[in-house]
């Protein structure tokens, strides 16, 4: 069983900057492709950015290229969602997942393990 617990979401400006935390817990999750998620009440979990199981590679959705980066410390078992240039439409509760697999997944079915989830808003 692996726990994830997000953490660092809170209020901000727009153009302003919030940095993500995600602590594993149960098992370490090197090798394990890591991800984070966003959804608004009412909405669709929707993808935001992933990192593979070695790190080498990440993904991001085309709405937040350019202004989020995922990182990791497998030492620490903690990832990590730089979000720089935020806009209100980045206002979401915003999840940490873990998937089973060293590739990354861009949708909620790949992914195994979920936190509970941190909320960001982004006031204009």
């Known amino acids: 069983q692996v726990q994830l617990v997000e953490s660092g979401g809170g209020l901000v400006q727009a153009g302003g900057s919030l940095k993500l935390s995600c602590v594993a817990s149960?098992?370490?999750?090197?090798?394990?492709?890591m991800g984070w998620f966003r959804q608004i009440p009412g909405k669709e979990r929707e993808f935001v950015a992933a990192?593979?199981?070695?790190?080498?590679?990440?993904y991001y959705a085309d709405s937040v290229k350019g202004r989020f980066t995922i990182s990791r410390d497998n030492a620490k078992n903690m990832v990590y969602l730089q979000m720089n240039s935020l806009k209100s439409e980045d206002t979401a509760d915003y999840y940490c997942a873990l998937r089973f697999h060293r590739m990354v997944g861009t949708i909620p079915l790949e992914y195994d393990f979920w936190g509970q989830g941190t909320q960001v808003t982004v006031s204009s």
């Open positions: 990192i593979s199981g070695s790190g080498g590679s990440a």
């Open positions: 149960g098992r370490t999750i090197s090798g394990y492709a």
